[in-house]
């Protein structure tokens, strides 16, 4: 009470002596000494009405005081609301630590987020630390322990535990604030709970795709190595026939009967083939019988070897898909032009049934360090790609693809192009060729150049694509880090 009336006392005797000063530049501007009074009824006149006016302005000015201190805390009071709502819109809170005092102030809507009471004492240090999940505490107490640089932002993503018990995630930003005597850190913190769900849901869902893409890109590759070997066996099979055929029509029956008749007349053979008739025919006959024979054995053998060769492509496809079915992740040293015919191996057997001519254009390189099962999938997807593009191009009469590898020692890469004249790539769909589901093809999947752009991304590359338009062919172009295993072949 005293206090009350102490502050009550100063503050009149305030207000006295700014009235009294009000009064001295009154008399001033009448040039009459404080201590006189006016002698005059004008001086009297002026004086009075100085007075009142100095009065009546004192009266406005407190007047305008005290209702501009009521609109601004009515304003204050409003911003206060409009910032508690935004705040609670965003999901963010905002805290203070006074490092000097030990203090501790929390926003009322970061009460909210942590499921305490707004104005109940926010947790200290210590106690904020406990609420940090296990694998986010070393981190964040090692940034606020670290020695924060005054006016530098720093940002954590961590969980908090609510008093319910659950964890919610958090991106913390703050400062630490040194200045005068004042030190500070302060910060905010936003509830991104949901953005890390959402973010785990488009992994899963990535992953999936991924998953789906690579389990499509395999099986595409399985069918093209089905129908490789199909196509080999189907060859393999005109092969057998025609040994069998030859097998039916053999002249050894003939030779059996010429045996037999020499067998009989063996006791006069000399005389049977000189004096007889029909023994004189023998000879010729036997000569014909060899000539055709030999003939014969010239195609069997041919066969037998186009078998053989049939044989060894169907174990070649098999290696390679098997090669291909190994884990991917794992590099190894790749020499990439033998890379290259395995998947021009892998991709079909038919470029002469379709009249297609590959060139080669291998510049001699060193071995790479890489993912092999990658690689092949990619360039195996390429290599058929320009395959069908070149069949779809019934009008081109000399289909060519052409297979480059070059070494840019400079800029320390590897090119690898595959080229082909066919149908060509509108312009509206090459921005649109690597995106995943889309396709040109009656019975496309759109997966196989989505899946060469992931394996791509994967080993560190990048894959592009050029055409001129329709009908002007294309070129993939494969662009690898070259990492190099030293020594040549």
Do not use: C
């Amino acid at each position: 009470m005293n206090v009350s009336l102490t502050f009550a006392n100063e503050s009149r005797k305030d207000s006295f002596m700014e009235l009294h000063k009000l009064l001295l530049r009154q008399l001033n501007r009448l040039d009459l000494a404080q201590n006189t009074l006016p002698s005059t009824f004008q001086q009297w006149q002026g004086f009075l009405e100085r007075v009142d006016k100095a009065y009546n302005e004192r009266d406005q000015e407190r007047y305008l005081l005290e209702r501009s201190m009521i609109i601004s805390s009515r304003e204050l009071m409003d911003l206060n609301n409009r910032l508690e709502i935004a705040q609670h819109i965003g999901k963010l809170g905002y805290w203070e630590v006074d490092l000097l005092n030990n203090k501790v102030f929390w926003s009322k809507e970061l009460f909210l987020l942590h499921g305490l009471t707004p104005g109940s004492v926010p947790p200290n240090y210590e106690q904020f630390l406990k609420m940090v999940h296990d694998e986010d505490r070393f981190h964040m107490k090692t940034l606020l322990e670290g020695g924060l640089t005054p006016g530098r932002s720093y940002e954590n993503e961590l969980r908090i535990q609510s008093v319910d018990g659950k964890y919610r995630w958090f991106q913390v930003t703050f400062q630490r604030i040194l200045k005068d005597d004042l030190d500070f850190i302060k910060g905010i913190s936003v509830d991104i709970t949901n953005r890390k769900k959402a973010e785990k849901e488009i992994a899963t869902l990535h992953h999936q795709v991924v998953l789906s893409a690579r389990m499509a890109g395999m099986a595409d590759i399985a069918t093209s190595t089905l129908h490789n070997v199909g196509n080999v066996l189907n060859s393999a099979n005109v092969s057998v026939e025609l040994l069998k055929e030859y097998m039916l029509r053999t002249d050894f029956n003939k030779i059996m009967k010429v045996m037999s008749l020499l067998e009989e007349h063996s006791s006069d053979l000399g005389a049977y083939i000189y004096k007889d008739p029909q023994g004189k025919l023998v000879p010729e006959y036997l000569m014909g019988l060899i000539k055709n024979v030999k003939r014969e054995y010239e195609v069997i053998s041919q066969e037998v070897q186009n078998l053989s060769s049939n044989i060894t492509h169907i174990s070649n496809i098999i290696t390679t898909q098997n090669d291909m079915s190994r884990a991917a992740g794992m590099t190894e040293h790749v020499f990439l032009p033998d890379l290259m015919d395995s998947a021009l191996q892998m991709s079909d057997s038919s470029f002469e049934q379709n009249h297609i001519s590959i060139v080669k254009n291998y510049q001699k390189l060193p071995f790479v360090n890489i993912d092999r099962v990658k690689l092949l999938q990619i360039l195996t997807n390429l290599i058929r790609n320009a395959k069908e593009a070149l069949i779809e191009n019934l009008k081109k009469d000399e289909k060519v693809i052409t297979l480059s590898i070059h070494d840019h020692k400079e800029a320390k890469e590897v090119i690898i192009q595959v080229k082909d004249n066919g149908i060509g790539i509108l312009p509206e769909n090459l921005k649109r060729i690597f995106s995943f589901g889309f396709t040109t093809k009656e019975k496309g999947h759109g997966l196989g150049l989505h899946m060469s752009l992931l394996n791509t991304k994967d080993i560190g590359g990048t894959l592009t694509v050029e055409s001129k338009g329709f009908g002007k062919g294309t070129t993939f172009t494969l662009t690898l880090p070259r990492i190099e295993v030293h020594g040549l072949v």
